[in-house]
């Protein structure tokens, strides 16, 4: 796809220094690991659903509004679009193993009220970021170079609207409810590694919170 004039990026969610629930990030990166490159193991799971963050609400960064919503999306030709702007070696890595027709949760991240919005299809494997290399981009990386490049992004495609907001407020209440007495959601990326804006879902979390949205609120 052509390079944005304007940058995608509840992205970077992950890397504001607060998650979701307004707690600190130190703790968090200390209790999920490192964030470089090394920190993948060889023997890493194959995931194939997905949680990606992006800000539904205007925050303007070096005069560019990094709004995107899930409206937004579904408002662009063809309802796709690339989801560049990734700039964690753990969300870049788990972008990377996606493949084209898996699902993902579009999630309204660093907002009056996070939580999932609605689902997306990966319609592009990973490919490399343009905007690492633009100097006039929020996400330029002066220490990435066109012939190795360090960052990637995928395109994703609008499906649809979750029947209703699944708020991080309820989610949080049943990884409390199933960390205590075993469920789908006890191990979570969305708790235990809260920081990362891609993280993967078991098919188990992925069915049970797509279930909720036919059920009354907790």
């Given at each position: ?24 990030a130190v703790g968090k990166r200390k209790a999920t690991g490192k ?27 070096n005069g560019i509004d990094m709004k995107f919503g899930i409206e ?17 070696y753990q969300a870049r890595n788990f972008m990377r193993q996606m ?120």
């Amino acid at each position: 796809m052509p390079p944005k004039t304007r940058a995608r990026v509840g992205k970077r969610a992950a890397d504001s220094g607060k998650d979701d629930d307004g707690e600190t990030a130190v703790g968090k990166r200390k209790a999920t690991g490192k964030t470089k490159e090394s920190s993948e193991s060889a023997g890493s799971p194959e995931y194939r659903h997905w949680l990606m963050k992006s800000e539904p609400e205007s925050r303007f960064e070096n005069g560019i509004d990094m709004k995107f919503g899930i409206e937004d999306l579904k408002a662009l030709p063809n309802q796709t679009d690339c989801w560049d702007g990734v700039r964690n070696y753990q969300a870049r890595n788990f972008m990377r193993q996606m493949k084209v027709g898996q699902l993902a949760f579009f999630y309204h991240s660093n907002c009056k009220e996070p939580g999932i919005a609605g689902v997306m299809k990966i319609v592009k494997e990973a490919y490399v970021d343009h905007t690492q290399f633009d100097k006039k981009d929020v996400h330029f990386d002066a220490n990435s170079k066109p012939d190795n490049p360090k960052w990637s992004m995928v395109d994703v495609q609008y499906q649809r609207m979750t029947k209703r907001f699944l708020p991080l407020s309820e989610l949080k209440k049943y990884h409390l409810q199933h960390r205590a007495a075993g469920g789908p959601l006890k191990d979570m990326a969305l708790f235990t590694r809260a920081r990362l804006s891609v993280q993967p879902l078991t098919t188990e979390e992925f069915d049970f919170v797509l279930s909720l949205e036919d059920e009354e609120p907790l």
